[in-house]
């Protein structure tokens, strides 16, 4: 049995049907598809000059969106972002969002890099068998310098302990970081 709806209040509507009986998108649906596209054009705006630069866009949308960049009044920008979502409806949003999941998942596979090759670092400083390891893993890599940044790394690592330096600073941690991280593949 449906409840009743409180004295006072109006039932709740059923949700608009995505298309109209001539198979046309509804009011509701259009602009919910203009305000995602409103948003995409925003996240956009947003990224680094480099990764803007290489994104695929119109002139027209390009220009549009430094200038919003340009813009400093809050209702400049947002009367030209609603402008940029206008643009956006002719624009195709797929390769904006590919691109932009490229840019996101770049950071993250550069971070994902960083701690493998901290983690490595840590290891063979800690560990002989960490060289063997690593050995097995990354057979093209030179071995004998691993050895060499090693070696240089826990000498600088007990001087660095005896006189108070903070280790990270050691040159020859540095150098074992930079090693091991040229020798990881990228993912």
């Known amino acids: 049995m449906p409840q009743r709806p409180a004295p006072g209040r109006t039932p709740a509507r059923e949700a608009d049907a995505p298309h109209d009986e001539d198979g046309r998108p509804s009011k509701s649906q259009r602009k919910r598809d203009s305000t995602e596209l409103q948003s995409l054009g925003a996240e956009l705006v947003e990224l680094p000059d480099a990764a803007f630069k290489a994104l695929p866009l119109p002139e027209d949308l390009r220009e549009a969106m430094h200038e919003y960049r340009r813009t400093r009044s ?72 691993l050895r060499q940044l090693v070696r240089a790394a826990r000498a600088q690592a007990r001087e660095s302990a005896a006189t108070g330096q903070p280790l990270r600073q050691a040159r020859g941690h540095r150098e074992l970081f930079r090693f091991i991280r040229a020798c990881l593949p990228t993912p």
Request: glycine share 6%; hydrophobic share 35%; aromatic share 4%.
């Open 74 to 145: 809050h209702e400049g920008r947002r009367r030209q972002m609603q402008y940029i979502g206008k643009l956006m409806r002719g624009a195709d949003p797929d390769p904006l969002r590919e691109a932009l999941a490229s840019v996101r998942l770049g950071g993250a596979r550069d971070s994902l890099l960083l701690h493998q090759a901290e983690a490595w670092r840590e290891e063979l400083l800690a560990d002989d068998e960490a060289q063997t390891r690593w050995a097995r893993e990354h057979p093209d890599s030179d071995l004998q310098q």
